[in-house]
């Protein structure tokens, strides 16, 4: 197995190999931010947390999920968030079955007009996300080959979230 190789199966696991104990830790954990959001607290969390409110694509419940802004247009107010997990995320799947109902960033709540981006987009964004985070970099491309980010942009998902009352350029 070939360096490359290696790396590829590296990301693969980073992309969704969780294990049931993370997963509950995870969830319990990203609770916080929600709650947070949840109590109109929203502008004491980071402008780079977005919260989304979402319908469960199997029960119709109410979903409330926080996320990292991977990528935020300042002209159009459009916030981009990266699944780590590609599309077996629940989020992922309960926007593909249904388009979010809110999405709030800081006191700013709107009701969104979402997008997939394509993978060519998704690997400019990944490369300007990863230039801020080294760290998240290390993990998801550790030789930091263009191979690897294209490897990851093929099977990263991310989404993009605009206002729909803001005016489309």
Not at 32 to 60: C, D, E, N
Not at 95 to 118: W, Y
Not at 133 to 159: S, T
Request: proline share 5%.
């Amino acid at each position: 197995m070939t360096d490359a190789t290696s790396g590829q199966q590296q990301v693969i696991d980073e992309l969704g190999a969780w294990r049931p104990r993370a997963e509950k830790w995870a969830r319990r954990f990203n609770a916080g931010p929600a709650w947070m959001y949840r109590l109109r607290l929203g502008f004491l969390m980071p402008q780079s947390l977005v919260m989304i409110t979402h319908r469960g694509r199997k029960s119709g419940r109410m979903r409330y999920t926080c996320l990292e802004v991977a990528h935020r247009d300042q002209a159009t107010g459009e916030v981009v968030v990266f699944s780590s997990r590609g599309q077996r995320a629940n989020w992922y799947r309960n926007l593909a079955a249904a388009p979010a109902v809110a999405v709030q960033v800081g006191r700013r709540r709107f009701q969104p007009e979402q997008r997939v981006l394509p993978s060519d987009e998704v690997l400019a964004v990944l490369r300007e996300y990863l230039a801020r985070r080294p760290a998240v970099a290390k993990r998801l491309a550790p030789n930091g080959a263009d191979e690897e980010l294209r490897f990851v942009a093929e099977r990263a998902r991310m989404v993009a979230f605009r206002d729909r009352a803001t005016p489309i350029e």
